[in-house]
């Protein structure tokens, strides 16, 4: 039947022994693929942390397949919890980086400085893994007060709930710029293929920190002690099927999609290139600047000061003379 805790078990369940082998196996397999076509189109510095991640994944199922045999073994089932936990965020990076490049290649139409977008969610992202590492310190720290133990709990159900709208605020600017694009008329076949990757690759993250918020708020107020019944924990932490669907299938189809199609497949190397106005012809341009603070474009990435104030964002480079036109090839 499954769901029954196994005397002495830290995952509760004794691990499945052949699942982590198999997904060690696919993720090596898409990291190789990814470091082969970062190379293959010279995109190391557009897509280097696919293959980043994929790494992670696979180190972490890896620890997995050890802790199958060991599953009373602290510190590997740490290694496993830790490694699968860090892996997503790179993808969520690797997304960043590519939606910057697509505002990179049609300017006219980005609400945003396209330097912007890594900066400004990168800044919350890391604002998250420090609520992360916070609330996990708290929490998991059994000398602590209970009062301190539930702040550790409370600042981890914020940062999976920032999390979430993090991912939902970053489609919606994807989503603003394609509506822009669309009634623009300036919607070549590339451009659109790597903004349905983008939504999908998205989509899936979005589906896996759902899984692990339910996961968190389920075993979060559980306090054992005398009397304590394993079988009023949640099923989604009994039952070890949900991580392989929600975790494990859910992570690898997203690396398998970017293998698939891989955004350097559809937007060039250097982000100096851009879409010209006619939706045809790619041109070397002198790139999108922005001479504020540092500081400034993180806690003003849409320059609304400088809308009020009339300034010209980026100097609408697109619009002067262009420094060289060729065909677009992907578009």
């Known amino acids: 039947m499954g769901g029954e805790y196994v005397p002495g078990s830290i995952w509760f369940y004794a691990p499945n022994k052949g699942a982590p082998v198999a997904w060690a196996f696919f993720f090596a ?7 082969w076509q970062c190379i293959h189109f010279k995109s190391w510095k557009f897509t280097g942390l696919l293959p980043f991640a994929a790494l992670i ?20 089932f740490i290694s496993s919890i830790c490694l699968v936990y860090a892996a997503p965020p790179f993808y969520e990076l690797a997304n960043y980086i590519t939606l910057g490049r697509i505002l990179y290649y049609a300017p006219y139409n980005s609400p945003i400085h396209p330097g912007r977008v890594l900066t400004t969610f990168g800044a919350i992202s890391g604002i998250v893994e420090a609520l992360n590492g916070n609330g996990a310190s708290y929490s998991s720290n059994a000398n602590l ?10 600042l981890l159900k914020a940062a999976l709930i920032i999390q979430l709208c993090v991912i939902a605020s970053f489609v919606l600017l994807a989503a603003y710029f394609h509506r822009k694009c669309h009634k623009a008329n300036l919607l070549p076949g590339n451009l659109k293929a790597v903004l349905c990757t983008l939504y999908c690759s998205s989509a899936l993250i979005m589906i896996r ?11 979060s107020e559980i306090r054992v002690g005398p009397g304590f019944n394993p079988q009023s924990i949640s099923p989604i932490v009994r039952y070890e099927w949900f991580f392989w669907v929600f975790e494990a299938l859910i992570m690898i189809a997203n690396s398998v999609l970017l293998n698939v199609r891989h955004p350097a497949r559809f937007l060039p190397e250097n ?13 070397v341009g002198p790139g999108y600047e922005d001479k504020r603070n540092f500081l400034l474009t993180v806690f003003d990435p849409f320059d609304l000061v400088g809308l009020a104030k009339g300034r010209d964002k980026g100097g609408r480079y697109w619009e002067r003379q262009p ?9």
């Open 145 to 154: 007060p209970e009062s301190k133990q539930n702040i550790g709990r409370d």
């Open 29 to 35: 397999v898409s990291c190789a693929v990814h470091i």
């Open 57 to 76: 994944f696979t180190a972490g199922y890896i620890m997995r397949v050890i802790g199958a045999y060991h599953y009373d073994n602290v510190k590997i």
């Open 323 to 331: 420094e060289m036109g060729v065909s677009a090839s992907n578009a």
């Open 209 to 219: 920190t759902i899984y692990r918020t339910v996961e968190y708020f389920s075993i």
């Open 271 to 283: 982000n100096k290139i851009y879409l010209a106005e006619d939706g045809v012809t790619e041109i």
